[in-house]
T-cell receptor
């Protein structure tokens, strides 16, 4: 399967703990995105990378959130000191800039903070 | 402020008939529009897109219509099939080639009745 891969698919954590999600984009895609989706809402943009450079961050991305893409391939999204309001599906997506705006999503990582 | 609106949270259509999903947007800077389909616990799957220089784009059973003056787009599915039952998201981007940050609507749940 050559799609966008995310893991873990599900994570249950206690409030205050740190969690990290990993995303492996479609190979040769140089853009990588993180979105968040809560129940009853559409996905909301968090941040994106072109190669290893983080080009934009949403104001939704508080100081407790950090995303990296160290070698321009896979990316990690870390949430420190989790809060119940962080419970959501975290979606990773990738695209090849030359192909326009078609963004391909992974299956998402569900986070439940208890 | 919801810049992309899908005012119908749900829609039921008989199998074989036409499904019409609607989307309105408020931001005049949006230039490129996409439809995604989402099954529960999965990431969104790209369906079809349209650039603002066109008013129609067709791909098999799926057709997207764009009325730029009304800031309205619609997705037509014909004939509707049971496998089309899913949540459909409309998304918009300010550029056809560049910033690919998408703004999503809240989704319409389509149910196809056998």
């Amino acid at each position: 399967d050559t799609g966008v891969s995310q893991n873990p698919r599900h994570k249950i954590t206690k409030r205050g703990q740190n969690v990290t999600f990993r995303c492996d984009p479609i190979s040769e895609h140089n853009r990588l995105y993180w979105y968040r989706q809560t129940l009853g809402q559409g996905p909301e943009f968090l941040t994106y990378f072109q190669n290893e450079a983080q080009l934009e961050k949403s104001r939704l991305l508080s100081d407790r959130f950090s995303a990296e893409r160290p070698k321009g391939s896979f990316s990690t999204l870390e949430i420190q000191r989790t809060e119940q309001g962080d419970s959501a599906m975290y979606l990773c997506a990738s695209s090849l800039r030359a192909s326009g705006n078609t963004i391909y999503f992974g299956e998402g990582s569900w986070l439940t903070v208890v | 402020d919801q810049q992309v609106k899908q005012n119908s949270p749900s829609l039921s259509v008989q199998e074989g008939r036409i499904s019409i999903l609607n989307c309105d947007y408020t931001n005049s800077m949006f230039d490129y529009f996409l439809w995604y389909k989402k099954y529960p616990a999965e990431g969104p799957t790209f369906l079809i897109s349209i650039s603002s220089i066109k008013d129609k784009n067709e791909d098999g059973r799926f057709t997207v219509f764009l009325n730029k003056s009304a800031k309205h787009l619609s997705l037509h599915i014909v004939p509707s099939q049971p496998g089309d039952s899913a949540v459909y998201f409309c998304a918009a981007s300010p550029s056809n080639f560049g910033n690919e940050k998408l703004t999503f609507g809240t989704g319409t749940r389509l149910t196809i009745i056998p």
